[in-house]
């Protein structure tokens, strides 16, 4: 079974450019979720989506990210324009569950990267 | 809110020895699940070991069990009979076990090194 896709892996931009992540979730899982991992924090979730609606969004800065997820299956998370404090690791990950009572594990993809200079 | 507390940003073990690492969390659900998270230099996290709350037994997984103490809202990790393979960060987190969103929120995590 593939695991959680991400891309790009690395990215370097300049502060107030925009950028976007990629992520597709393995097959069939219902909810995706994106975290910002800053380093030397544990991660902190952005979004999440259950299907292609959003679940939860109240730690998104949505003056400035914003998400997507397409028909239900890939996601795109979008930071315009970027700030320094923006430099982090973004972490996806996917799961099958779609209600706290269920007993699943969220598989998290290898994360993008993002340093603002 | 829920908070998860790490009180440990680095640990070292020797290996084939054991090492404890501890959480403690803040919480008013008396219904939730914990989880430790393993994250190695190559940034994929992985999941170690789950802890229902409504559970009394420690959960165990082969070298790896935990000691969860409701009251104290405590879940430490053991890792017993270290191997290289061990060495990354460890991540201790908490999920709401209720209906609607089932977002992890984590602690500050321990970067535990085996030492050969």
């Known amino acids: 079974e593939a695991g959680v896709a991400q891309s790009p892996r690395y990215k370097i931009i300049e502060k107030r450019q925009s950028v976007a992540f990629w992520c597709n979730p393995i097959?069939?899982?219902?909810?995706l979720y994106w975290y910002q991992q800053i380093l030397g924090q544990g991660p902190k979730l952005l979004i999440q989506?259950?299907?292609?609606?959003?679940?939860?969004d109240s730690q998104l800065p949505k003056d400035r990210f914003s998400a997507e997820r397409l028909k239900g299956v890939d996601s795109t998370l979008k930071i315009q324009p970027a700030k320094l404090e923006d430099s982090a690791v973004y972490l996806c990950?996917?799961?099958?569950?779609?209600?706290?009572?269920?007993?699943?594990?969220?598989?998290f993809g290898p994360g993008t990267r993002l340093t603002v200079t | 809110a829920q908070t998860v507390t790490q009180s440990q940003p680095e640990m070292s073990v020797q290996e084939a020895e054991t090492v404890t690492l501890s959480c403690t969390y803040d919480?008013?659900?008396?219904?939730?699940?914990l989880f430790w998270y393993k994250q190695p230099p190559s940034r994929q996290m992985i999941l170690v070991i789950r802890?229902?709350?409504?559970?009394?037994q420690n959960a165990t997984e082969n070298r790896f069990s935990v000691n969860f103490q409701k009251a104290a809202k405590s879940f430490s990790l053991k890792i017993s009979d270290s191997q290289l393979g061990d060495a990354a960060m460890y991540f201790c987190?908490?999920?709401?076990?209720?209906?609607?969103?089932?977002?992890?929120?984590f602690g500050q995590g321990t970067r535990l090194t085996i030492n050969p």
């Open positions: 990950a996917s799961s099958s569950g779609t209600s706290g009572y269920e007993t699943y594990e969220q598989y």
């Open positions: 097959s069939g899982h219902a909810t």
């Open positions: 989506f259950q299907n292609n609606g959003v679940v939860d």
């Open positions: 919480t008013s659900e008396s219904d939730y699940y």
């Open positions: 802890q229902e709350a409504y559970k009394q």
């Open positions: 987190a908490y999920r709401d076990r209720i209906q609607g969103a089932q977002k992890l929120v």
